[in-house]
């Protein structure tokens, strides 16, 4: 394991408030951000699939590290400035980047993190859980599931929308940017306003961080941890689930079975929210990780 730091930390009022930390581990490298005091409880936000770590919004990790948590985010293979395989061909499974989470906090010397997982991020987190229990202090798992065979499929939509990502030209930024603007539309719910300058600027900003935006299809092939998401009632960490009413991707009762079946777990719905951490939502999703990693 090896570990390099990049550029120079910015800083807010004054206060450090992100570096940026490359981790190796054998032949990949993990591209990480860390906002905070690292003598604060350590918070690992794991994104979801054919996503970077620019939609853990950089003011969502500013205002989670405000309050006294030591935060990281990080590109996942095949995403953003991390390790990348050829479209087609991924080299790795979902085992494999759970453990790519406990790299990471073994390059920040962290023995035990508060983990934060998005949609296969949380399908992550649940593994970390049960793979490395050791190195947890909780889980959050906002819009996820362990996809048992009778909870109710993704929405019409969401299907025909992906099924066009095989007519975009992946080396045209511009029209990969619109996709993912679009992708993001047909996400959200219906509680708040579809914020489209944001949302472009945030996909822009992915695109023009990416090495190879084609890559990112390659998590659409992984396999593995089927094992691991058959055992969702062995999970000892204390546990929090948030999902929206209205996701149309992974649908409220799947978030609802996670809650009950994973020993003293708290439910938090987000009323009309879909498959987003929208910022009309932070104050409630903050609030609730903030209590959560405090009682733990």
Not at 8 to 34: A, C, W
Not at 40 to 54: K, Y
Not at 265 to 291: C, F, M, N, Y
Request: with cysteine.
């Amino acid at each position: 394991m090896s570990e390099s730091c990049l550029g120079q930390p910015f800083r807010r009022n004054g206060e450090l408030v992100m570096k940026e930390r490359i981790v190796r581990h054998e032949d990949v490298e993990l591209y990480t951000q860390s906002f905070g005091d690292p003598a604060d409880p350590a918070v690992l936000l794991i994104m979801g699939a054919q996503a970077s770590l620019v939609w853990w919004e950089e003011a969502f990790c500013a205002k989670l590290a405000e309050a006294e948590r030591f935060v990281i985010r990080y590109d996942n293979r095949d995403t953003g400035r991390s390790t990348g395989y050829e479209p087609g061909k991924p080299a790795y499974t979902f085992e494999n980047m759970a453990d790519d989470a406990v790299r990471i906090l073994d390059a920040y010397g962290i023995a035990r993190a508060h983990i934060v997982g998005i949609s296969m991020g949380g399908m992550l987190t649940q593994m970390i859980a049960l793979r490395h229990p050791g190195r947890v202090r909780s889980i959050t798992l906002l819009a996820t599931s362990n996809f048992a065979p009778d909870l109710p499929p993704m929405e019409e939509k969401v299907m025909a929308y992906f099924t066009q990502a095989g007519d975009i030209d992946w080396t045209d930024g511009e029209a990969v940017a619109e996709f993912g603007v679009g992708k993001w539309r047909v996400l959200a719910g219906a509680a708040h306003p579809f914020d489209e300058a944001r949302v472009r600027e945030l996909a822009e900003e992915e695109v023009k961080r990416s090495v190879d935006m084609a890559r990112i299809n390659n998590h659409g092939l992984l396999s593995g941890g089927e094992s691991y998401l058959a055992r969702t009632t062995e999970i000892a960490a204390p546990a929090l689930v948030i999902h929206g009413t209205e996701d149309p991707i992974i649908p409220l009762p799947h978030g609802e079975r996670l809650a009950a079946l994973i020993p003293r777990a708290t439910l938090v719905r987000l009323p009309g929210s879909g498959h987003e951490v929208h910022p009309h939502d932070w104050d409630v999703i903050l609030g609730a990780i903030v209590r959560h990693t405090g009682e733990a």
